[in-house]
Nanobody
Framework: QLQASGGGLVQAGGSLRLSCAGS????????MGWFRQAPGKEREFVAA????????GYADSVKGRFTISRDDARNTGYLQMNSLETEDTAVYYC?????????????????WGQGAQVTVSS
């Protein structure tokens, strides 16, 4: 089970940090990722981090602004979002991929959180 939190309303240029708390599984052995879905659009990849945290990947649209991290001792993953833009407005989902140590493909993630709304105003 995954629980995402930290969403909210922020002005353009501001920052938010999303958290994803895992329970009931060996969180540290899973690749973890964040995806987002804006109204009327398909879910898209945002960022991923490998098991152990040694590798990360980002969508071009967020590279340099967002940072993914994980604290396996707390069974928690994070997405630090800086320099937010109105185009970042979406519901953000965290997910874990037990079958893969690292993935940017939504179909390779088996467990998903409930989503956190992020709204960026101009």
């Amino acid at each position: 089970q995954l629980q995402a939190s930290g969403g909210g309303l922020v002005q353009a240029g501001g920052s938010l940090r999303l958290s994803c708390a895992g329970s009931g599984r060996t969180f540290s052995t899973f690749g973890m990722g964040w995806f987002r879905q804006a109204p009327g659009k398909e879910r898209e990849f945002v960022a991923a981090i490998s098991l152990g945290g040694g590798g990360t990947g980002y969508a071009d649209s967020v590279k340099g602004r967002f940072t993914i991290s994980r604290d396996d001792a707390r069974n928690t993953g994070y997405l630090q979002m800086n320099s937010l833009e109105t185009e970042d407005t979406a519901v953000y989902y965290c997910a874990v991929a037990p079958r893969y140590g690292f993935s940017v493909v939504a179909g390779q993630y088996d467990y998903w959180g409930q989503g956190a709304q992020v709204t960026v105003s101009s």
